[in-house]
């Protein structure tokens, strides 16, 4: 099982946006020691919780600060960009660090009206996003109308970030997908995808895993409980059972809690388990965050590959199948 990190670069009350850029970068060069198989980066625009707006750059950075670890994206929503400007940037990346750079493309623009205004995002209809994603893949492969530059000798491997329609559109296409949230409980969705992906068809299994007290989650928990009631989902704040909420936000958080994977060795071992039998996952992507950047630490080194977890998962469920 190849299991990954998603670092979104989240924010904490006071300090400054630098500090979770750094840390980005610290979790990366941890990861890469601890054997994770990709460390990905994600898009966000003008949100004051999450401190990274631009996955190229990011990116670079994190491969400039590892060296063997995958790098991508999870992802680059393409409405928010040319097609050619996204090639480009990824085969430079490429180029600089040949068979290291992944590419996860979605679809969803800024989440705001004004977000979106400001970064001139096209529709995101299903016939105005495959069109894209064809010119895409065109200058990618070296088939487009123009050539994307730096030329690369080897593909980039292409991700679909699959909510919704997204699922349909990777399995007709033939490309690996990445899904959470409620379709990780549609097994009928995941098995057409699987139907129609074909030999392309790889399922990455997104989930919020944290090895600790559900008190870990609970930052992030609030963070969404805030953005649904104000529209604008704030910094990390440290855990605080007694914080006073409406109904609305109450009911936010014990959704969100519900959502994420916490709990000692044992019973994180035996949820994920589940999970991945489930799904059928080929590869986890952990996307965890808290406030504690020690106890994240900590847990990240249990989920790693290497990880301890791992060793009582397989003493838990038996030897592999023969």
């Known amino acids: 099982m190849r299991v990954s990190l998603l670092d979104r670069s989240r924010t904490r009350a006071g300090e400054p946006d630098s500090a979770a850029l750094r840390h980005t970068l610290d979790r990366a060069r941890r990861a890469e020691a601890l054997g994770y198989h990709r460390f990905w980066v994600a898009e966000h625009h003008a949100v004051p919780g999450i401190a990274g707006g631009s996955p190229p750059v990011l990116m670079a950075s994190v491969a400039g600060a590892t060296e063997r670890i995958r790098v991508g994206s999870g992802g680059v929503m393409l409405p928010n960009h040319q097609p050619l400007v996204v090639a480009e940037q990824v085969a430079m990346l490429a180029a600089l660090h040949p068979g290291r750079v992944d590419l996860g493309i ?66 007709e296409l033939g490309l690996p997908a990445v899904v959470g949230g409620r379709l990780l409980d549609d097994r009928a969705a995941l098995d057409r995808y699987r139907s129609r992906a074909g030999d392309g068809g790889y399922l990455v299994v997104s989930a919020d895993v944290l090895v600790g007290g559900p008190e870990l989650a609970l930052p992030e928990a609030w963070a969404l409980a805030a953005a649904r009631t104000t529209g604008e989902f704030p910094p990390l704040e440290p855990p605080d059972p007694g914080r006073w909420m409406s109904g609305r936000q109450r009911g936010t958080v014990e959704a969100a809690l519900a959502r994420t994977i916490t709990g000692d060795a044992d019973d994180v071992a ?44 397989a003493q838990a469920t038996g030897p592999p199948a023969t």
């Open 106 to 171: 979605g679809r969803t623009p800024g989440f705001t009206a004004p977000v979106r205004r400001a970064l001139r995002a096209a529709g995101t209809d299903d016939d105005a996003f495959r069109a894209d994603l064809d010119e895409l893949r065109s200058f990618l492969d070296g088939t487009g109308p123009v050539t994307a530059r730096p030329r690369l000798d080897a593909p980039v491997p292409l991700f679909l970030l699959a909510t919704g329609a997204g699922l349909e559109i990777a399995g």
């Open 270 to 313: 035996a949820r994920l388990d589940d999970l991945i039998v489930r799904t059928g996952a080929d590869e986890l992507l952990l996307t965890s965050s808290t406030w504690d950047r020690g106890a994240l630490a900590a847990s990240d080194e249990q989920l790693a590959p290497t990880g301890a977890l791992w060793s009582r998962r």
